[in-house]
């Protein structure tokens, strides 16, 4: 048994509509299929991220942060700067790995949910 793919992720939301029209509209992704009036499934490169209406406190907005990988971090925080989305902290360095920078930038949805993009860099050796 080998659990390294994930199949789905999915973030808890207050208000559906509200929060698909930010994740496809804002964030510019493919909408699969609704299943009103609980929930939305998009896809991100294969796995699916599912916006559900919390059916237990328990589960209730925030949930845990997703990242999403991006090319190039500045231009993907332009363009979503562009598009609406206000960032809690912009792209910014966050560890050093040998010849690899990872950098990563904070922003919430429409329920609080922390989301982010980041982004590696090779860094050239000296």
Known sequence: MNLAH???VAIPVRDLARATAFYRELLGMKLLFEVPPDLAFF???G???ALSIASDPMYE???SIVYYRVADIE???AELERRGVEFLRGPHLVARLDAIEVWMAFFEDTE???LAI???R???RT
Do not use: F
């Open 6 to 8: 994930i199949e789905q």
């Open 43 to 45: 896809d991100c490169d």
């Open 47 to 49: 796995v699916r991220l």
């Open 61 to 63: 907005p925030p949930g």
């Open 75 to 77: 231009a993907a925080h």
């Open 112 to 114: 609080g949910n922390t």
């Open 118 to 120: 980041t982004s590696e």
């Open 122 to 124: 090779l860094v050239a």
